[in-house]
Each structure stands twice: as C-alpha cells, then as structure tokens.
T-cell receptor, first 113, second 114 residues
Framework: GAGVSQSPRYKVAKRGQDVALRCDPI?????LFWYQQALGQGPEFLTYFQNEAQLDKSGLPSDRFFAERPEGSVSTLKIQRTQQEDSAVYLC???????????FGDGTRLSIL | AQSVTQLDSQVPVFEEAPVELRCNYS??????LFWYVQYPNQGLQLLLK??????LVKGINGFEAEFNKSQTSFHLRKPSVHISDTAEYLC????????????FGGGTRVLVKP
C-alpha cells in the first residue's frame, strides 16, 4: 500500500491479557517509530528502529512493553499483562531515513477493561 | 530534555475567520519543527515543516507558520478557516535531524462554527 498500515484498528482486551499490535511501514522506509497517545494528549515516543536494529527504546514505559522488527520491515509492538493505564492509541510512523519527516498510520485504539 | 507547549487546548472560531495556534518549544540545540493535523479516528497528517531557510513556511490547506528563534515559537495561522478544518492540531519538534524522534505538544482542538 501507499501508506503506513496498522492492524487491528481497534483492540479490546481484559486486564492481564497479552496483546500484539502490527505495523506495516511504507515500502523501503528505513526508520520506524512507535508512539503512544493517551486520550486528550499528544503522542509520546516509545521506541525507534533503523532497519531491524532497535536503536532507542527509552520511551517504553515498563518491561511489559516489547517491540521487534526482525526483517527490517513489519514491526510488532507487544504488551504483556495489560493494565488499564495501557489504554491509548498506538501510532506507528515510518520515514526514508532520519533526514526525512515521518509518515503516520491511523493507529490502533487499545482499550483495556 | 526538550518540551513543546501549546498554550491553547481548545480554540473555537467562526467559519471564514482567521485562526492562530500557538506553539513554543525549549531546546538548546538545533531543532526541526512540524505541525500535524489529526482528524477523528485517524493518524497524523503533516501540514508543514521548518527545516532551514526562510522562517515563513507555507503548508497544505492554506496554513502557514513562522519560525521565531529568539522567541522559540512556531505559531500556525490560517487567514480564513472552513468547517472542514475542525480537527486536532499538534506541534512537534525533532532534535538533530528532521527524521529523528518527535516530541509533541499537548495539541489544540480547533472547532469551526458556522
């Protein structure tokens, strides 16, 4: 596709369950970012990949959060033992490299009951 | 650490009236500045960016912004808004390179009234 694709668009899970969120970046884009957007707030950085290497994971809020991009294209954000405070929209963005602005997907809205 | 402040959380404005959304940032190194628009249940769309050069930047949908280094501001303006401009507007900065991780402000919700 022409843009960044995220799936699922909506995810409802019970507290304590594990969830996996997928991001398909624009083809050929080297850089991939994950952001978390709580209701009524701006997005906050979670983690950054350059190809398959995770170069920055300083924004991950706890060790329950894990991200991977094993082949340098599709990325998965996994949250283990979900908590209510994990409820948010998770945005994925990609760019050609660090010289270019990021393109965002439509996000996954995660609701933890 | 850098921060981005959007002073107005919500701005009501009548159709065809002008609007200005304020954004201030703090950083001790060179920054790259962006405005994004977010429609309900959608991702972020880039409105405009300041990378270097002219401090007046023109973007899509008739928006423009002015980079003011001395005041560390990057305010967004549109001379005449449409109903379709109702959305969330997010100011963001990256440090060191245009494609580095973004730090966002809290957002300004623009509500255009007929």
């Amino acid at each position: 596709g022409a843009g960044v694709s995220q799936s699922p668009r909506y995810k409802v899970a019970k507290r304590g369950q594990d969830v996996a969120l997928r991001c398909d970046p624009i083809s050929g884009h080297v850089s991939l970012f994950w952001y978390q957007q709580a209701l009524g707030q701006g997005p906050e950085f979670l983690t950054y990949f350059q190809n398959e290497a995770q170069l920055d994971k300083s924004g991950l809020p706890s060790d329950r959060f894990f991200a991977e991009r094993p082949e340098g294209s599709v990325s998965t954000l996994k949250i283990q033992r979900t908590q209510q405070e994990d409820s948010a929209v998770y945005l994925c963005a990609s760019s050609r490299d660090t010289l270019w602005p990021q393109h965002f997907g439509d996000g996954t809205r995660l609701s933890i009951l | 650490a850098q921060s981005v402040t959007q002073l107005d959380s919500q701005v009501p404005v009548f159709e065809e009236a002008p609007v200005e959304l304020r954004c201030n940032y703090s950083s001790s190194v060179s920054v790259y500045l962006f405005w994004y628009v977010q429609y309900p249940n959608q991702g972020l769309q880039l409105l405009l960016k300041y990378l270097s050069g002219s401090t007046l930047v023109k973007g899509i949908n008739g928006f423009e912004a002015e980079f003011n280094k001395s005041q560390t501001s990057f305010h967004l303006r549109k001379p005449s808004v449409h109903i379709s401009d109702t959305a969330e507007y997010l100011c963001a900065v990256s440090r060191g390179a245009a494609g580095n991780k973004l730090t966002f402000g809290g957002g300004t919700r623009v509500l255009v009234k007929p």
